[in-house]
């Protein structure tokens, strides 16, 4: 695949991200035996080893240390221990397209085959011939056709089995690794450190809830109930006595910029005292976490290594950080340099 013809797709895919269901946020840290995830453990010596030393790891540890120990003037009440992080750039990488964009394809492809009409049909036409140029030509409304097509018309139940097929299998176009395997191991730990201090950790994102509940709960320790998202509208059937809820092809929930603070406060209900994101579609959520009356910490990752992963940020096609960044540096939050903090990148070096 083309990655300098899927940048200008991307600009238009990103009004849509993704989606499917909907939800809220405590969990105990789990193994997906179906993905095969490492199970990460915490150590009371050094709870972050894949990070280097220095002033971004500390500043971590003392937050914690200081809000969970009794005593101290900053402790916080564990129902009030909120961490809200962005799944896309965060948690695992995004480029050259949102993960979930290069599912939608396939999933157009695999459903092809009772869609003989699609060859000859944009945009599927272009989807099925690779022909990026073509998908490009169809603007934001064939992207949001293929979009729905691939996400729709379908029960939850369906459609969360069709994304653990498809994620056992489907490997990234340039580092020919499963998806899962390009979770960062730093932000791992950083979950379960959080977590075994009684932080109850939400996934707090652009991309499909459905997408996300189907595979994020092993491969992250993060319950299905905790992942906030973007979904499709969805209706009950009774379905002659085996209820069902169906996906319907019309959005319903964009959980993108000022939609994460709202997806917060209608799905977790209590505002996030730690909050971590990558991109300028996260500084409403690092807004609101800075607003709470408890001690806050906002962690901004910032792509630094073209080597390890990839380097980007005020310019680029996805996860583009401008905004965010200046506010950061501006108010003092945390600001990770990927190439100079953290000494793994992936949970598969």
Known sequence: MNNKLISPIIKSFAFMVLFIALSACKQEPAKDTESGTETVEVSASDPLPSWNEGANKEAI????????????????????RIAT??????????????????????????LSADHPDWKNKQPYKAVLENDMNALMQQGEKGLME???????????DEFDTIVKDWIATAKHPTKNVPYTD????????????????DFKVCIVSGGGIGFMRAWAEGVYGIQKDQIVGSSNKTEFD??????VIRILPQLEFMDDKGGKPVGINKFIGRKPVFAAGNSDGDLQMMQ?????KYKNFELYIHHTDSIREWAYDRKSHIGTFDKGLDEANQKGWTVVNMKDDWKTVYKYE
């Open 238 to 243: 009774y379905n002659n006595g085996n209820p």
């Open 146 to 156: 293929i979009v729905m097509v691939s996400h729709s018309d379908v029960t939850t």
């Open 288 to 292: 609101y976490t800075a607003s709470n």
């Open 85 to 110: 992080f962005d799944n896309d750039g965060t948690l695992w990488s995004e480029q050259p397209a949102y993960f979930q964009l290069f599912f939608a394809m396939d999933r157009i492809k695999a």
């Open 182 to 197: 390009m979770v960062f191991k730093p932000m791992l730990e950083l979950v379960k450190y959080l977590q075994a201090n």
């Open 61 to 80: 540890i003392n937050y914690v240390k200081d809000v969970t120990t009794d005593g101290s003037a900053d402790f916080i009440p564990v129902a009030d």
